[in-house]
């Protein structure tokens, strides 16, 4: 039965102070500003204007960051607690992370980005990812780079880390699902299945919960969130620090049925294997 792991990424009010920008249907997760074990700029990335715009120029264009998860090209990587809290629940082969973050709406005037005074800001999800291989890079990842490291080279691959660095690889086709050539790692568009905000007027962190996920209903729960006041009837109250929230479903076939409407949210032209 595979695992099922809510992945928090990309800016938040900590790590760059701002929300990731969302237009209508298409969102941009904005990876977090990094200044060690990367070669990769926001210019680079092609979205430096619009991140100086939004930050009011608190973050320039050459600004290097953290770009992780890489859904281009279907890596992800992690290290410290958070991989050790992955290992403690036993995620591997097949298994699902669905990546999510803070987002809000934006508006353009005169050839400027600004965020909408309609909307506070939400949570929502914006990639998907089956591993497909787990590569134990260590300390010292230099050994798995084919040349230099450059602006294209993943993170976790560039510098010196701690011994449990690990380097997720995509599947390159999703299985398990009754869909034919569908990729194993993608980006979502921004639709009412991928938000997760109940009421972001009142508090972003208070999501959408479906019933096999949901312990009220006799669902799995997740880590981070074994205290039961968190769970109501159709939501539950997210803390505030952790990233890897982990799902072990109890009813597999609830799990995949609510995957699937997620997946229909899939923004496949973004996505290199179509």
Known sequence: MIKIIFSRKGLDSTAGGIPSPKKGKNIQSFPIPYK???????????????INQLSK??????????????????????????????????VGIGDIFLFWGWFRETVEFQNKISFSKTDPGH???????????????????????????NP???????GKWKNNNTLYVAKKNLE??????FPGFGKFKATKMTNLSFNPLVKKSKWICPQWLNPKHG???????????????????????GQEFVAKPKNDKECKKW????????????????
């Open 57 to 90: 120029k608190k973050i320039k264009p050459s600004d290097t960051c953290h770009y992780d998860p890489n859904l281009e090209t279907g890596q992800f990587g992690q290290v410290g607690a958070a991989q050790t809290h992955l290992e403690n629940n036993k």
């Open 259 to 274: 995957l699937m409407s997620i997946f229909q949210s899939a923004d496949l032209k973004e996505n290199i294997n179509v």
């Open 152 to 158: 294209s080279s993943h993170p976790h691959t560039i």
């Open 36 to 50: 060690t074990n990367t070669l990769t700029s926001y210019e680079y990335l092609g979205f430096g204007k619009e």
């Open 123 to 149: 949570y929502r999800m914006f990639g998907w990812f089956q591993i497909g291989k787990i590569i134990k890079l260590g300390d010292n990842p230099s050994w798995y780079l084919k040349e230099k490291p």
């Open 176 to 181: 398990g699902f009754e869909l034919k050539n």
């Open 219 to 241: 669902g799995c729960g997740m880590s981070y969130h074994k205290n039961l006041s968190r769970w109501k009837e159709n939501t539950v109250d997210i803390v505030g620090r």
